[in-house]
């Protein structure tokens, strides 16, 4: 966790929203969710106040609209699921468009889009603005379970590490002609993903045994002992104290 570990979302920047410590960060993201969540769905015009504060949001951070979309994509199996909900949903039913759909079912896709893209769209800006490492820092500033943070550390940092010795493997099957064209073949494929086990598992004692002979007892040194000024957590609170308020009025309206 001492190593910088650069991700596809993280985008290098200097803006107010990169220099918030992370764990502001992840706390501001995790309260901005609780409230959307907590916000009725019959109140839309709440969920359009909460697009325009991350929206803000992006702005403040310099992340561009585009790539805040594009990587947004990775909802489209919800949006799918969602999209079915009015035609296999119970109760009263409308028509819209001359078609006969599911209130309850309308509501329940409504409440799915709205609630899940804004989350969705919260956890791609804490992604775009935070490298992988200061997140892990973050969540141990946030005292998660240690072990949990070391298993995500470990898993981030020895990810490339596996796909790359998936690579090979499918580079030495293609170097002596092999083609998986069917069923025949998944017996090759079942061997690889075995002795990609086995490897991995012999690394990883290999890991432990090297982590042992320098001290490893358990718990990993806190890198980062750096604690957020006041006015840090302030600007940080910014968004879910406003999503809150907004919240608040969507349940008095």
């Excluded at 709440?46 to 609209?65: D, H």
């Amino acid at each position: 966790m001492g190593a910088g570990h650069a991700h596809k979302l993280y985008l290098h920047g200097h803006s107010p929203v990169h220099a918030l410590p992370p764990h502001c960060k992840l706390a501001a993201v995790f309260c901005f969710v609780l409230v959307v969540v907590s916000t009725p769905r019959e109140a839309m015009w709440a969920f359009g106040l909460y697009a325009v504060l991350l929206a803000a949001v992006a702005r403040a951070g310099r992340v561009p609209y585009g790539h805040l979309l594009k990587r947004m994509l990775i909802e489209v199996p919800f949006v799918a699921f969602a999209l079915l909900m009015p035609f296999v949903a119970r109760g009263p039913y409308t028509e819209v468009w001359g078609v006969t759909l599911s209130e309850p079912g309308l509501w329940g896709a409504w409440n799915i889009l709205a609630k899940g893209t804004l989350g969705v769209a919260a956890s791609v800006l804490l992604a775009s603005t935070t490298e992988l490492r200061e997140l892990l820092l973050g969540l141990q500033r946030l005292r998660l379970p240690p072990l949990l943070v070391q298993i995500a550390s470990f898993m981030i940092r020895y990810g490339d590490v596996i796909a790359d010795e998936m690579r090979r493997m499918r580079i030495a099957r293609v170097s002596r002609g092999f083609r998986a064209r069917g069923v025949r073949q998944w017996g090759v494929l079942a061997k690889s993903a075995g002795a990609l086990f086995i490897r991995s598992y012999e690394r990883g004692e290999r890991v432990h045994l090297a982590m042992v002979s320098r001290g490893y007892t358990g718990t990993m040194p806190v890198l980062d002992e750096t604690a957020a000024t006041r006015a840090q957590w302030t600007g940080a609170a910014a968004l879910p104290v406003a999503a809150f308020a907004v919240c608040l009025m969507g349940w008095a309206a």
